[in-house]
């Protein structure tokens, strides 16, 4: 990304600093690289974010190009400074002889800052245990915009570390096969390729380095046919129905072999996960008859598991703050209070009297309710926001219709089956 080593590396951890998935990993001025590329580019760490939370690849990189300062001998200088840096400290002298004898014992040719880097992150993902937790949604396009791409990476670096669980990978699966088919590698192959790439875009970059790029329109003609598989497959309409039956009976809804992947992930690994869902409706009221209660706690429960998402809980939230409030919590309370207490009805045991009277429930809903913007400038936030999910919602002018509104566009735009 604009010709600069490490900037690419910058933008992926601003995305998760901004989503709040960013892990171990540090950003801004919490990381010695990123300090040295925003001197280099001349941009601060906060507007660097902001950016590249609204930006794909491509417009970041004219964004950075329109800004920075620096001269091509300057980046060029720079790039060779930083890929040859050896360890300067004990700290990152110490770091690499760890990770060499962790991920790569006796191999001396890794001597660098950034093949160190490169060391860690490549042995911290290239292993995935399907039986501690499951692969990515069917859905995700993360590999080459395949859907069922990245969840068949994450398959493949189960079995090269003997780590499936119950999952099939290759042959035996029938989204594997038709991909690996459509590619033109076989399952060993591609299976090399997710281990030594845990990023899905330089895993894609490698597959393209081996085989010829699809024609256009042949990566939607796919995903269209692969998302749509299931009940409407005259071949395999009854075995989807006996699989439904035994994975969520009362869901005659659900019709494709993706969601079905997503629902049974999550019963089997007891998971909230809004990755692949959203939380509860704003407005519903099952839980002590608060509104956002019950999404609050599928929040706190996808906040305990690690799979927020792009979702806010606790005093990031406006709406749990006042909630948080009205129960008198804090939100680590409330998450800790949600791994004591299993399900909705343990949960409102727990919390007892905090609930509140039927006057006071009464007064806390109105105000949830009733809330909207309150100035110009949220008034203006507000329109923009309602005006990129669906144009033609004038009638969305509260925060609580904003919220449910966000979360049907959101999970529709996930599951377009293209």
């Known amino acids: 990304m604009a010709g600069i080593a490490g900037l690419a590396r910058m933008a992926d951890k601003a995305r998760g600093h901004k989503a709040e998935t960013i892990g171990e990993f540090k950003y801004g001025d919490d990381s010695g690289l990123d300090r040295e590329v925003l001197a280099l580019i001349g941009v601060s760490a906060d507007d660097f974010a902001d950016a590249a939370e609204s930006m794909w690849d491509r417009e970041l990189d004219d964004w950075v190009r329109g800004r920075m300062t620096c001269s091509q001998e300057e980046i060029e200088s720079f790039n060779q400074e930083q890929t040859t840096k050896v360890p300067q400290d004990d700290l990152h002298r110490r770091l690499l002889k760890e990770r060499l004898a962790k991920y790569a014992p006796g191999n001396t040719d890794i001597t ?14 290239r292993d995935e245990d399907l039986a501690a937790r499951p692969p990515r949604s069917g859905y995700v396009r993360g590999v080459l915009g395949l859907v069922a791409a990245a969840r068949m990476a994450d398959k493949a670096r189960a079995h090269r570390a003997g780590r499936m669980g119950d999952y099939r990978y290759g042959d035996d699966s029938f989204f594997d096969r038709t991909l690996l088919e459509f590619i033109g590698l076989s399952a060993a192959d591609f299976e090399e390729g997710a281990w030594r790439n845990p990023n899905d875009t330089e895993l894609g970059e490698w597959i393209l380095e081996r085989v010829e790029p699809p024609a256009p329109g042949e990566v939607s003609a796919l995903n269209a046919r692969l998302a749509r598989h299931g009940e409407a497959h005259p071949d395999w309409a009854e075995r989807f ?51 956002c209660l019950a999404r609050m706690v599928d929040k706190g429960r996808a906040h305990n598991a690690g799979r927020l998402g792009d979702y806010w809980f606790g005093g990031d939230s406006g709406l749990d703050r006042r909630l948080l409030e009205h129960l008198g919590l804090s939100h680590e309370e409330f998450a800790a209070g949600l791994k004591e207490h299993a399900d909705d009805e343990a949960v409102i045991a727990w919390l007892g009297d905090r609930v509140g009277s039927e006057e006071e429930v009464a007064a806390l809903n109105a105000t949830l309710q009733g809330l909207a913007p309150s100035s110009d400038r949220m008034k203006s936030y507000l329109t923009r926001t309602v005006r990129g999910l669906d144009p033609g919602r004038w009638d969305v002018n509260s925060f609580l219709a904003l919220v449910e509104l966000d979360d049907e566009i959101t999970f529709a735009r996930l599951r377009a089956r293209v």
């Not at 494709?256 to 629902?263: A, G």
């Open 112 to 125: 660098t800052v950034f093949a160190s880097i490169e060391l860690d992150d490549w042995g911290a993902f």
């Open 241 to 291: 129905r006996q699989r439904r039956d035994e994975i969520c009976p009362d869901r005659k809804d659900v019709t494709t072999y993706f969601e079905l992947q997503d629902i049974d992930d999550q019963a089997c690994f007891g998971l909230v996960d809004l990755n692949l869902r959203a939380p509860r409706s704003p407005y519903d009221a099952s839980l002590g008859g608060l509104l």
